[in-house]
């Protein structure tokens, strides 16, 4: 039978189990783990209304109102922060770090995203392979893969459209921060490179405001400050 958990808050591990052994874990919030939980182990969650859904996840590690709140079979996540994760259901292997971080991610492609700061990735749905460290880092990439942001509003973070292109490196304050709809395999580092880039593909930037009047070019190289 189920045994080791600790469940303290209104209706927390209160729905109906599943008669398979849910083991080692705790779960702190008001209606936090409600769900019939069947196999669920090793799940450390903190605040409300987290793993509202979880039936057989493991190993997940959730601190914050809402925080992988529809998840239910995914495994092995991360989500600290107000909303982080919060839509997931069978994803696996994310790190989400800060408020909203990874809030639309609803695919298992996304296995092993890692957005870390206030509304890093908050906009992915199913891109793959993204690593996103930075306030707004990435916060409009919807479905592109292979993306990486480091840095304040790094990659889009200036932006309200979508997101969808693949294989941009922006590293840097402002790097690449207007990207947006199919930029693809822009490189940028420094602070403000390729700052203005909206869907120009193929641009390499090195160095603090290199190429930062770029809006839509492709094949260009820029190389030292400004």
Same mark, same amino acid.
């Given at each position: 039978?189920?045994?080791?958990?600790?469940?303290?808050?209104? *209706?927390?591990?209160?729905?109906?189990?599943? *008669?398979?052994?849910?083991?080692?874990?705790?779960?702190?919030?008001?209606?936090?783990? %409600? $769900?019939?939980?069947?196999?669920?182990?090793?799940?450390?969650?903190?605040?409300?209304?987290? /793993?509202?859904?979880?039936?057989?996840?493991? $190993?997940?590690?959730?601190?914050?109102?809402?925080?992988?709140?529809?998840?239910?079979?995914?495994?092995?996540?991360?989500?600290?922060?107000?909303?982080?994760?919060?839509?997931?259901?069978?994803?696996?292997?994310?790190?989400?770090?800060?408020?909203? $971080?990874?809030?639309?991610?609803?695919?298992? %492609?996304?296995?092993?995203? &890692?957005? &870390?700061?206030?509304?890093?990735?908050?906009?992915?749905?199913?891109?793959?392979?993204?690593?996103?460290?930075? /306030?707004?880092?990435?916060?409009?990439?919807?479905?592109?893969?292979? %993306?990486?942001?480091?840095? /304040?509003?790094?990659?889009?973070?200036?932006?309200?459209?979508?997101?969808?292109?693949?294989?941009?490196?922006?590293?840097?304050?402002?790097?690449?921060?207007?990207?947006?709809?199919?930029?693809?395999? *822009?490189?940028?580092?420094? *602070?403000?490179?390729?700052?203005?880039?909206?869907?120009?593909?193929?641009?390499?930037?090195?160095?603090? /405001?290199?190429? %930062?009047?770029?809006?839509?070019?492709?094949?260009?190289?820029?190389?030292?400050?400004?």
């Amino acid at each position: 039978g189920s045994t080791n958990n600790i469940f303290i808050g209104k *209706n927390s591990g209160g729905g109906t189990w599943a *008669n398979v052994a849910s083991i080692q874990n705790v779960v702190i919030g008001n209606n936090s783990a %409600d $769900a019939a939980l069947s196999g669920a182990n090793y799940n450390v969650g903190m605040g409300t209304n987290v /793993y509202g859904a979880l039936t057989q996840g493991d $190993a997940n590690s959730a601190f914050g109102h809402g925080s992988l709140t529809a998840l239910t079979t995914g495994g092995s996540n991360v989500a600290v922060g107000n909303g982080a994760g919060a839509t997931m259901t069978g994803t696996s292997n994310t790190t989400l770090i800060g408020n909203l $971080a990874g809030t639309a991610i609803n695919s298992t %492609d996304a296995n092993g995203t &890692i957005a &870390i700061g206030y509304e890093a990735g908050a906009s992915i749905t199913s891109g793959q392979e993204a690593v996103l460290v930075g /306030y707004l880092a990435g916060h409009k990439l919807t479905t592109g893969d292979s %993306d990486t942001a480091i840095g /304040y509003k790094a990659l889009g973070g200036d932006q309200t459209g979508a997101l969808t292109g693949n294989s941009n490196t922006a590293v840097g304050r402002h790097a690449m921060s207007k990207a947006f709809d199919s930029a693809t395999k *822009n490189t940028s580092m420094g *602070n403000q490179s390729l700052e203005s880039l909206t869907n120009g593909s193929f641009n390499t930037a090195f160095g603090a /405001y290199a190429g %930062d009047d770029l809006t839509t070019g492709a094949y260009n190289t820029y190389l030292g400050y400004n």
